[in-house]
């Protein structure tokens, strides 16, 4: 059965750091992957996603993912965190290609940002 | 072009009743997708409805259903309702035009069964 594995519960990081969250998951062939954002009192946000080519895909708000066959992962990434960043962000694969429901998600990151 | 629209935004229901949660797509979205966030189970997926046909299912007893229709509007029921299914209710719309499409996803509405 397929599987998102999200490590981290909680990361803080100071304004202006780099970002870096973790993703793995479990699958025999190569999933559908995406990473979707949630702030308090909302429903999700897709920032990325991921489906076939280049392994390193842009996103929305300045994040950036790169899938890795070898390590089953697809991090997520920002050079640079914003206060508003601060929300909790999760994983999520599918066989499906993410149109037919039946997204499998991630436990999620707490991100919280430091001034 | 409008959201997909989730309704009401909070209910309040006590054990033993039943509930109706409504969605409506994004215009042109023939998908509609439901999902159960908790903060011990995270997100899980409750069931998938395309052209008012229910084609995905996840692991919930029978007392999770859902309809879609003509419209692509969808709703879901839970009957006799347990103090476990207070949680937040997803739902999230797809045009299904073709590989690379994504879900979008509302605000959810907040169920609280006391």
């Known amino acids: 059965a397929q599987s998102v594995t999200q490590p981290d519960i909680h990361i803080t990081v100071s304004e202006g750091a780099s970002l870096e969250l973790r993703c793995n998951y479990s699958y025999g062939a190569t999933p559908y992957l995406f990473w979707y954002v949630q702030s308090p009192g909302q429903g999700l946000q897709l920032l990325l996603k991921y489906f076939s080519g280049d392994t390193l895909v842009q996103g929305i708000k300045g994040f950036e993912a790169e899938f890795k066959r070898s390590q089953s992962s697809f991090n997520l990434r920002k050079p640079s965190v914003h206060w508003s960043d601060a929300a909790e962000y999760f994983c999520?694969?599918?066989?499906?290609?993410?149109?037919?429901?039946?997204?499998?998600f991630g436990k999620g990151t707490k991100l919280s940002v430091k001034p | 072009k409008a959201g997909v629209t989730q309704t009401p935004r909070y209910l309040i229901k006590t054990r033993g009743q039943q509930v109706t949660l409504s969605c409506s797509p994004i215009s042109g979205h023939r998908s509609v997708s439901w999902y159960q966030q908790t903060p011990g189970q995270g997100l899980q997926f409750l069931f998938e409805?395309?052209?008012?046909?229910?084609?995905n299912k996840g692991n919930f007893p029978g007392r999770f259903s859902g309809r879609q229709f003509s419209n692509s509007r969808s709703e879901m029921n839970v009957s006799t309702l347990e103090l476990g299914d207070s949680a937040l209710y997803l739902c999230a719309s797809s045009s299904l035009a073709g590989q690379g499409d994504i879900q979008y996803f509302g605000a959810g509405t907040r169920l609280s069964v006391l």
């Open positions: 409805y395309f052209s008012e046909t229910q084609r």
């Open positions: 999520a694969v599918t066989i499906y290609g993410g149109s037919q429901g039946n997204l499998i």
